[in-house]
């Protein structure tokens, strides 16, 4: 007897629906199974994980912080993703997004104006498109592997800003430490409720792409023209979609997005320059925009239900001294059930015995 | 789904009620790295495990490891702050502006933040001079070294960093005037394959030892396979290298732990901006192997001259790197100077990245 991948003829709807419950249930399972087997109360854990974040209303706002820009970069890659355009240097859009966007701040830092907030984010999101352009050029012109081209330049942005921040914009009343000035208040993003937490505006900027994304890939022409040309390009072509300009766009703009989430973290979380902006929020993207299913309402629940896992972490850390690394294993489970399960989405499982292997060789199903 | 839900908030209840059944003062750590990296966040970890070996029930702690610097810095000190810790030691530079945000939220929790420079009325600053111990290696290095070089893994240029070559250089050109130190910058405080590659580097420019200022045990495994000898960094690396490690500086936050909850459980404890050495105990030297006696009884002179306050290691006259004066002869460098550390003295082979 054996088990048997067998492609469905079309998806099923029901298992689209049913897979992300079936991964938590397989997730749930195999995290009990861990915590028992490192001596800790399987339901303390996942209390701590999944439900003691959501609780108080700080770790709510502390959620929205962290699920932000995650959500940003992920609806920005998965229009790129769809035109089959592969853009992995979303971290190095992220963290020019950042450096752009703080000259205003950093330069003029005595200026006090509302301009001043809308132009740092302007300038954030043309960082993050004029970065992702580099590849999109490379693309066009020299026919480069853009999945190379865009993750080396996020190597020379990580170093470009650490060369900032420790020499040209170092602030001079900082000791020589590598960070530039605090940003005056003008320039730092508003918090939404700032009596409950610090959740700031990065989160309606987050919602707003999903929406906006979501009715360009549903309703809009450019949208079609999207999923045209990224599943067949010779198609788009006889439809006189050009992939050129394509490659463009999908890069533009998922770098517009990366950049006007790196300033949005800067600005808001942040409050100034220092050499580590991101813990990779750029690549951790990339997981929430399949999880998401490459679609942006599901990137943001995705974006959310990530952040949710590190939140947990930590509370798991503290209330129950569960170590760090198996907090990222756990994460893991998550990650590897929800795809794992998707599998049902297009395939259905089949136990095949060996007579009916047999007769199934003879035509019959 | 309704049995679980009604099963976790029972446990949710049952764990708020045993937290507040225990009266123990409650400490907590942030680390940036790992509590098992072998180096500075260990370290601090040690100290944890001191503070709660000396006050055993009286203390309750609690950590997390490798925390990001920034946002995710934040949030876990705030969770730290709301979770009912009442002091909290925040243990890498990086930390320092979130320190000061939440503290600022509350102004009942106390916070100390380790190498840092701000301090607030709930916010210490604590710090150790490393200098020190890199003064007693060059000493050793002076003595030891026949090439005259010696190769220096740096993490990055801040005056910390920079106090600690000069200090080195500084102890090694007490015994030969025309010593000198290749400097390579990994930009990483723990990364075990960058530091073990500038390891390789320098020594195959010609220098017979090898001194860190990163936190893994990589160089230390290298230099024992190259043959030559080295200095461990925040722990004893001894394991690492058995017939390699010259000394080690071991940083001993322990003491300082234990003294500043014993402040807090007097009601004792005040706003401080604190640099120990030596002499407090906040750093020691790893027993003195792999060398000569009277190496060995130089480097063991050294450590007393130090932390008898005879000898302080930025004593003039020194000269800076471009060749003008930095301090008279006999004049002691001050705290602030020393602080803002962003220039090398005569004898660094490299341009301080600026």
Not at chain 1, 121 to 142: E, N, V
Not at chain 1, 196 to 217: D, V
Request: proline letters at 4%; glycine letters at 10%; a negative charge.
């Amino acid at each position: 007897m054996r088990i048997e991948l067998e492609k469905r003829p079309a998806y099923s709807a029901l298992f689209s629906m049913l897979s992300p419950f079936i991964a938590l249930g397989l997730t749930i399972i195999a995290g009990a199974i861990l915590f028992t087997a490192l001596g800790k109360n399987p339901i303390d854990a996942l209390y701590s994980f999944f439900i003691e974040p959501l609780t108080e209303l700080w770790s709510l706002h502390e959620l929205l912080i962290k699920a932000a820009p995650l959500i940003l970069i992920a609806v920005g890659l998965s229009v790129c993703f769809r035109s089959n355009n592969w853009n992995i240097g979303a971290e190095g859009q992220f963290i020019m997004g950042g450096v752009v966007g703080s000259i205003v701040p950093i330069y003029f830092h005595e200026w006090n104006s509302f301009i001043v907030l809308p132009l740092m984010l302007i300038m954030g999101m043309i960082g993050g498109a004029l970065y992702a352009g580099i590849p999109a050029l490379l693309k066009t012109r020299f026919n480069t592997n853009e999945i190379l081209s865009s993750l080396m330049l996020v190597y020379v942005a990580e170093l470009f800003l650490d060369w900032l921040v420790r020499g040209p914009w170092r602030n001079p009343e900082g000791f020589n430490f590598p960070e530039s000035r605090s940003f005056n208040d003008s320039a730092v993003l508003p918090e939404l409720f700032p009596a409950s937490g610090g959740a700031n505006m990065g989160i309606i900027f987050a919602l707003i792409a999903t929406l906006l994304t979501w009715f360009m890939m549903r309703h809009m022409l450019k949208g079609f023209e999207v999923s045209v040309l990224g599943q067949s390009a010779r198609a788009g072509r006889f439809a006189g979609f050009s992939s050129t300009k394509m490659i463009f766009f999908a890069f533009l703009f998922s770098g517009a997005l990366a950049g006007l989430a790196g300033i949005s973290e800067v600005s808001g979380a942040i409050g100034r320059l220092q050499p580590d902006i991101s813990p990779a929020y750029g690549f951790t993207a990339i997981i929430v925009a399949f999880l998401g299913r490459l679609n942006p309402l599901g990137i943001f629940a995705a974006g959310i239900i990530l952040a949710l896992t590190y939140l947990g972490g930590e509370a798991a850390q503290i209330s129950i001294g569960l170590p760090d690394k198996v907090a990222r294993v756990f994460q893991g489970f998550l990650l590897f059930f929800v795809l794992a399960c998707d599998t049902l989405i297009h395939y259905r499982v089949r136990l095949v015995t060996a007579v009916k292997a047999r007769t199934e060789g003879e035509g019959a199903s | 789904m309704k049995k679980l839900i009604l099963a976790l908030s029972t446990a949710a209840i049952l764990s708020v009620a045993s937290g507040a059944a225990q009266a123990a003062t409650k400490v907590c750590f942030l680390y940036v790295g790992s509590k098992t990296d072998g180096g500075w966040t260990q370290a601090h970890d040690i100290g944890r495990q001191e503070l709660e070996n000396h006050f055993g029930d009286k203390v309750e702690t609690v950590f997390l490891e490798n925390v990001p610097e920034g946002p995710d810095a934040e949030r876990a000190i705030e969770r730290f702050a709301r979770s009912g810790c009442e002091l909290i030691f925040t243990t890498s530079f990086g930390f320092m502006e979130p320190t000061l945000k939440v503290a600022k939220k509350f102004p009942d929790v106390k916070f100390e933040h380790a190498t840092g420079y701000k301090t607030e009325e709930n916010v210490t600053s604590y710090n150790s001079r490393f200098y020190e111990g890199r003064y007693i290696q060059g000493k050793i290095a002076g003595m030891m070294s026949e090439a005259g070089v010696a190769g220096y893994i740096g993490s990055f240029p801040i005056p910390e960093v920079v106090q600690g070559i000069n200090s080195f250089l500084l102890g090694a050109q007490s015994v030969n005037p025309d010593f000198a130190i290749k400097v390579v910058w990994v930009n990483s405080w723990f990364d075990a394959g960058k530091e073990a590659d500038a390891a390789k580097a320098l020594i195959d420019q010609g220098v017979d030892i090898i001194t860190q200022h990163t936190d893994s045990t990589g160089p230390m495994q290298v230099a024992s396979e190259r043959g030559i000898k080295a200095f461990g960094q925040a722990s004893d690396m001894i394991e690492a290298g058995p017939k390699t490690q010259l000394t080690a500086i071991v940083d001993t936050w322990g003491a300082y732990y234990i003294k500043r909850t014993q402040a807090l459980m007097d009601g004792t404890w005040t706003t401080q901006s604190t640099w120990d050495g030596i002499v407090d105990g906040i750093l020691q030297m790893a027993p003195y192997t792999n060398m000569p006696d009277d190496v060995k009884q130089a480097a063991m002179d050294t450590e007393a001259k130090i932390v008898s306050g005879e000898l302080k290691p930025f004593t003039g006259p020194i000269t800076k790197q471009d060749g003008t004066e930095w301090l008279k002869a006999g004049e002691v460098a001050d705290d602030g100077t020393l602080l803002g550390l962003n220039f090398y003295i005569k004898g660094v082979d490299d341009q301080l990245p600026q």
